[in-house]
């Protein structure tokens, strides 16, 4: 079957940056569309960054400051996160979906990695 793992969470000052990865094995990877989603406490999972074959989308919140990508010879996607500010404290999941171009409702992603905590202090 089909598995995500995440790694690169941590705790961070208000400022500095973090990269997540994703590893996925069980499926053909550059048959996925891949996404980041996150939630915190008490609220809502939202949408960070997607990527497709060819094509990437951002939420406005991270647009500038985040950085998705994958390496399809890794089975791997990436998310750079760069000016941190504690509003972007969550668990960050990593979903994917067999499609050829990125959704951004998670309702839509069919496999989920186990989440990985960023914190971000001021």
């Known amino acids: 079957q089909v598995q995500l793992v995440e790694s690169g969470g941590g705790l961070v000052q208000a400022g500095g940056s973090l990269r997540l990865s994703c590893v996925v094995s069980g499926g053909t990877f550059s048959s996925f569309s891949m996404g980041w989603f996150r939630q915190a406490p008490g609220k809502e999972r939202e949408f960070v960054a997607v990527?497709?074959?060819?094509?990437?989308r951002y939420a406005d919140s991270v647009k500038g400051r985040f950085t998705i990508s994958r390496d399809n010879a890794k089975n791997a996607v990436f998310l750079q996160m760069n000016s941190l500010t504690p509003e972007d404290t969550a668990v960050y999941y990593c979903?994917?979906?067999?499609?050829?171009?990125?959704?951004?409702?998670?309702?839509?992603?069919?496999?989920w990695g186990q989440g990985t905590q960023v914190t971000v202090s001021s």
């Open positions: 979903a994917a979906e067999r499609a050829l171009f990125p959704d951004t409702d998670f309702r839509v992603y069919e496999y």
């Open positions: 990527i497709g074959w060819s094509s990437s």
